[in-house]
């Protein structure tokens, strides 16, 4: 039995070193995956930072546009009036133009009507 108890114990010991190399191996290779994984969502987070920094920033950017827009309807809204003003005076003066222009035309038949009786009455 002292025999057998040698080759056991030698081949016990192997068998431990064996499983403790592989279970070191198997060890290692899940570190390994671990340490991909914790770098590719390190890797993930920074891009997702960067994409909610970009969000952010066009999000300002089109507040900005937005209110430069509403700056430049408010400037259209007023040269608007300001054009239906002109307008509304421009056919105002035009108005009195045609009244004038009437009050002229009526004036100078007055007056020709006085110079023709004149005539008349000289000629007689």
Do not use: Y
Not at 72 to 98: F, P, V
């Amino acid at each position: 039995m002292k025999k057998m108890t040698l080759p056991i114990a030698i081949f016990v010991a192997i068998l431990g070193c064996v499983l403790a190399v592989s279970a070191n191996v198997t060890t290692m290779k899940i570190h390994g995956s671990l340490r991909q994984e914790q770098f590719k969502r390190i890797k993930a987070e920074q891009q997702l930072q960067a994409a909610v920094n970009d969000i952010r920033l066009m999000k300002q950017q089109l507040t900005e546009s937005r209110n430069a827009l509403d700056g430049i309807r408010a400037i259209l809204d007023s040269d608007r009036n300001a054009s239906d003003a002109l307008q509304a005076q421009l056919n105002k003066m035009k108005q009195e133009k045609k009244s004038l222009e009437s009050q002229v035309n009526t004036l100078m038949q007055q007056k020709q009507a006085e110079a023709a009786a004149a005539a008349d009455v000289t000629g007689q």
